[in-house]
Structures are given as structure tokens and as C-alpha cells.
């Protein structure tokens, strides 16, 4: 490289550090929630994964409702929830998991690559695992492709990391 060439990283991550916080606040609400005593009610976290246990569908519903609120005060985006299917718990219970997109799908990359390419951006574009670097000879292109990516509705949310 003869020139100077500058890059960032588009990258797709939650911040389960944000998503633990959240799931202690739902907890607390379950456990001060007056229509969930005495049921087998549970919101438990893993480091991965939420794990929903209800008496009833009903009850589920009211039980994601709570996760759900606390998890976009604390700005997760809700595009990276997933939510597994409904299983029979214990007893008469259910439960569901709650998983969490991370990383960007190789679909999704290229189909980025494509939309970068097609907008006639001076920068170049490439996959590096579940992430996409995106580099250029001029700064301002980059900016002009960040602003491009921001602008796009995307199914998975987008952050842009080690802008160099």
C-alpha cells in the first residue's frame, strides 16, 4: 500500500452486559408483581440466552411484555431479539427462550457489499467473518458510506467500530 488507506467495521453485536441489566430489572418487577405471586413464573439469563417459564400462554405473554420493555430501556435493539418456539415446562408450565442475533449472516453481507456497489461508493467492501470491513483511500468516502449504511432499514441492527 502505497498510500494511506483508512477503514471501520460494520459490526452486528448486543451487548449482553446491557441484556443481564435488564433481566435483573424484570426480575425484580416479576418478583413485585402482585398477579405473579404464588405462580412458577421465572426470567433466568445464562450469558447467552433468556429462559421464560409461565403457568400458561397467557402468562407468557405477560412475562415477554416485561422482558421485552426493560430490554429496549436499556437500547437493545429489538431486531436482535429471537424468540424460540413455545415448549411444555414442568408441571402444566411453558416456557420459551430468548435468544439474541449476533454477528452479521453471509446473505446479509454480500446482499450489504451488493447495496455499496450499487450506490457507485469509492470504498472497498469485504466479509471477515460475521463482520464486513469497509476501507477507502479518502476518509470522506467512508463517511459517505456510513451514512448510506445508517440509512438503509435493515432487518439486524449496525454499529460502526475501529474507524481508522
Not at 405473579?36 to 413464573?41: D, E, L, M, V
Not at 436499556?74 to 411453558?94: A, F, H, M, Q, W
Request: glycine share 6%; net charge positive; proline share 2%.
Amino acid at each position: 500500500m502505497a498510500s494511506q488507506e483508512f477503514s471501520f467495521d460494520v459490526v452486528s453485536k448486543v451487548d449482553l452486559a446491557e441484556v443481564k441489566n435488564a433481566v435483573n430489572q424484570a426480575q425484580k418487577e416479576l418478583e413485585n408483581r402482585y398477579d405473579f405471586r404464588g405462580s412458577a413464573a421465572k426470567i433466568e439469563f445464562d450469558e447467552k440466552e433468556i429462559s421464560l417459564t409461565a403457568d400458561d400462554e397467557f402468562r407468557m405473554g405477560q412475562l415477554k411484555d416485561i422482558v421485552f420493555s426493560k430490554l429496549v430501556k436499556r437500547n437493545i435493539d429489538t431486531r436482535s431479539i429471537e424468540y424460540g418456539k413455545l415448549e411444555p415446562g414442568p408441571g402444566v408450565s411453558v416456557k420459551q427462550k430468548v435468544t439474541f442475533k449476533q454477528g452479521i449472516e453471509q446473505d446479509a453481507a454480500k446482499s450489504l457489499i451488493k447495496q455499496i456497489k450499487d450506490k457507485g461508493l469509492k470504498v472497498n467492501a469485504q466479509i471477515q467473518g460475521d463482520q464486513l470491513r469497509v476501507s477507502s483511500k479518502s476518509k470522506d468516502d467512508l463517511q459517505k458510506a456510513i451514512q448510506f449504511l445508517k440509512g438503509l432499514e435493515l432487518a439486524f441492527p449496525v454499529d460502526f467500530v475501529n474507524y481508522r
